[in-house]
């Protein structure tokens, strides 16, 4: 009898083992409107050699949310305590909400993270001064952050566009979804607020990939 559960342990854990293995849901991030600026942004919003105050590390590795908030204005409207992100960036970003755009007054497109030519303008309102962003506004496009290990795993390449499945009572598909790979990053998938709360979806959600 002692042999045979030692047997079913073994076989247990073995099934639990393959089942982690195979495990094909990625977690998912939900962003809100916040704002990633450069030296010489910080330097004009907060003072010559200002440094950020980080406030929490986020999940992708090497990134941060900062205490410092700025006020975003357009020529319709303005919103306040928008927060900022580090580190630094080479040049600074503006990811707001499609909601945001009729509010500010302002038009700004659906891309990716740096794709920011020809792209949406704001003024940015500091502690110190204020900064008129001529291009650098975006509503950020959804896409999934991955490691090569993971692409190989999922079956996809830097740059493929998928759809992802939600589950739960206001579940569905969104398409236009696309892969990241980068083996600096973290497995996730990024939405925002309004993607979000249209599916009922919640930070302990997990997603899964279709492909298209």
Same mark, same amino acid.
Request: glycine share 8%; proline share 3%; hydrophobic share 35%.
């Given at each position: ?9 073994? &076989?247990?854990?073995? #099934? /639990? ?11 998912? @991030? ?13 330097? =004009? ?17 090497? $990134? ?8 975003? =204005?357009?020529?319709?409207?303005? &919103? ?5 992100? !580090? ?10 909400? *499609?909601?945001? =755009?009729? *509010?500010? !007054? #302002? ?9 920011? $030519? ?12 204020? *900064?008129?962003?001529?291009? !650098?506004?975006?509503?950020? *496009?959804?896409? %999934? ?5 993971? /692409?190989?795993?999922?079956?996809? %390449?830097? +740059? ?7 589950? !739960?009572?206001? @579940? +569905? &598909?969104?398409?236009?979804? &696309? ?6 990053? @973290?497995?996730? =998938?990024? #939405? ?5 709360? /249209? ?9 899964? #990939? $279709?492909?298209?």
């Amino acid at each position: 009898m002692e042999n045979y559960e030692d047997l079913l342990i073994e &076989i247990l854990k073995k #099934i /639990a083992q393959e089942s982690k293995q195979t495990d094909l849901s990625i977690p998912v @991030g939900i962003s809100n409107r916040h704002i990633h600026l450069s030296r010489e942004d910080v330097d =004009c919003l907060f003072g010559k050699n200002y440094e950020l105050t980080k406030l929490k590390d986020l999940s992708q590795p090497g $990134q941060y949310a900062c205490k410092e908030t700025v006020m975003v =204005c357009g020529p319709k409207g303005m &919103i306040e305590n928008v927060r900022i992100l !580090g580190p630094e960036r080479n040049q600074t970003q503006v990811e707001v909400l *499609k909601s945001d =755009c009729f *509010k500010l !007054g #302002i038009k700004a497109p659906l891309r990716l993270s740096g794709e920011l $030519q020809d792209s949406g303008s704001v003024t940015l309102i500091g502690p110190k001064s204020s *900064k008129m962003i001529a291009s !650098g506004v975006i509503v950020a *496009k959804r896409h %999934i952050h991955m490691p090569s290990k993971d /692409a190989t795993t999922f079956d996809v %390449i830097d +740059g493929e566009n998928v759809s992802i499945a939600f589950g !739960g009572d206001r @579940g +569905g &598909i969104l398409n236009e979804v &696309i892969v990241r790979v980068d083996d600096h990053a @973290g497995l996730e =998938c990024h #939405i925002d607020v309004e993607e979000a709360n /249209a599916l009922g979806v919640s930070s302990n959600t997990n997603i899964v #990939i $279709q492909k298209n």
